[in-house]
């Protein structure tokens, strides 16, 4: 039940706002793309760091932020 919180609430997944279901569907396989990509990039850590049992949207705000810092 973890997981699915962590996707609905730091990958904000349960935002069906369009009025399309096509648009929605878009919207919910991206997100599972997402998600898929960022467990990916934790269980690609090594055993014994912090960022292996971060939260997603830890991940996000320290990664990204630096990524565009360094852009």
């Given at each position: 039940?973890?997981?699915?919180?962590?996707?609905?609430?730091?990958?904000?997944?349960?935002?069906?706002?369009?009025?399309?279901?096509?648009?929605?569907?878009?919207?919910?396989?991206?997100?599972?793309?997402?998600?898929?990509?960022?467990?990916?990039?934790?269980a690609?850590?090594?055993?014994?760091?912090?960022?292996?049992?971060?939260?997603?949207?830890?991940?996000?705000?320290?990664?990204?932020?630096?990524?565009?810092?360094?852009?």
């Open positions: 039940e973890n997981h699915i919180k962590g996707w609905k609430t730091h990958l904000a997944s349960d935002r069906t706002s369009c009025s399309k279901a096509s648009a929605n569907q878009m919207r919910l396989m991206l997100h599972g793309c997402a998600y898929w990509i960022w467990w990916t990039l934790r690609a850590c090594p055993k014994r760091s912090q960022w292996r049992h971060a939260q997603f949207d830890t991940l996000r705000l320290h990664l990204v932020k630096l990524a565009a810092t360094i852009v």
